[in-house]
């Protein structure tokens, strides 16, 4: 089979079975001895990080999200006038009564109909007066429910087995943040290196839980922590060095005055790097197949062409996956540039605020670790390789 055909079958994402390649000893032992270490380094840095119960508990759910005594019963919609809606109560002392509250105009045009669920927002009585009701959401579980059953489907329907095992790494995923990120975020510990941390964590579950215990998986989990270093690094370094706040939106206001003891900064650069995770280890998984792919297909090939070849793979990769991360942040931020059109200065001007400034920086540190990852795991897999005079059946790892 030509170069060419391997790298076709590569686009394919198709992969290769490492037992078709012998990886020699040394590569063997330093590439797992090293990931090893970082691993170990990894846990040790979750235990010290882990923040304290207590603490962690005296701030989850400090913050009252409304005055004593008022609560938020759900409500069938019974008929809509305008801006008004006409609903009955469906659970609490008020069960069974119908309650007519003023919507904004949005909701209004919004669609909601006969039927439909909404969220009422109920002050309890006071002197001399009945308890008042007043819109607070639309109940929207049961379509959030469907469209996650719908998407876990069609996940096992065209992944099969290895759609349950990305699965099983999401659900890991977000055990980990919530359980450890987010309140060690939360009790002020380094923000940076909790991030650092709690993606190393991630990867090691997520890629070798997906893709299968092997020196290919390894290979590229080695080049993907690289990417990761990259975007911490330069991330903290653009952010400081562009003298970014990091608390422009509501949230940061909250987290000030309940939580005055967090880096605005530092948890910006914490966001970029959690950001950037997915796309990361979509590139660099496909450089190292792509790799494997043209040792299998190609044995005589030499080192210096075998990573040449990758590379040409990688490139059409890197093009893409730039794509996706600018138009994920601007999917993100489309409200604000839709403002940035009513302003009557020039948008080099606006591009110095905070708000414009913090989205240009995330996507191109992003940006930045992903293309110097794919290189850097083309490099890691060409070494790791047999050589083109090594190659034989065998098995891997």
Known sequence: MGQDDAVGRTHSHRAVNDDELVVGPVPRVV????LGLIGVAA???????????EAADDLRGSVGFAAPGVTFPDAEV???QGDSISAEV?????RGTEVTVEVPPQVAASGLDTGDRIELIRTPAGEGSDATFGYFGTNRSADLWLLAALFVAVVL???RLRGVLALVGLAFS??????????????GEPAVLVAVTGSVAILYVVLYTTHGFSVRTSAALAG????????????RWAVGSAHLAGNTDEGSSVLSTFADNLSFQSLLVAAIILAGLGVLNDVTITQASAVWELRV???SMPRAQLFSSAMRIGRDHIASSIYTIVFAYLGTALTLLLVIQLYDRPVLDLMGTEEIATEVIRSLTSSIGLVLAVPLTTLIAVITVPSATRGSPGMDF
Do not use: K, N, Q
């Not at 846990?43 to 119960?53: K, Q, R, T, Y």
């Not at 469906?90 to 008020?94: A, C, K, T």
């Open 43 to 53: 846990i040790i840095a979750i235990v010290l990080l882990w923040p304290e119960g």
């Open 157 to 159: 329907w065209v992944a």
């Open 78 to 80: 019974v008929s809509v």
């Open 224 to 235: 993907t922590l690289g990417g990761l270093a990259i975007t911490a690094a330069i991330g």
């Open 90 to 94: 469906l659970e609490g002392e008020d």
């Open 174 to 187: 977000a055990a980990l943040v919530w359980l450890f990120v987010l309140p060690a975020l939360l009790t």
């Open 31 to 34: 590439l797992l001895s090293a």
């Open 297 to 299: 297909a190609s044995p």
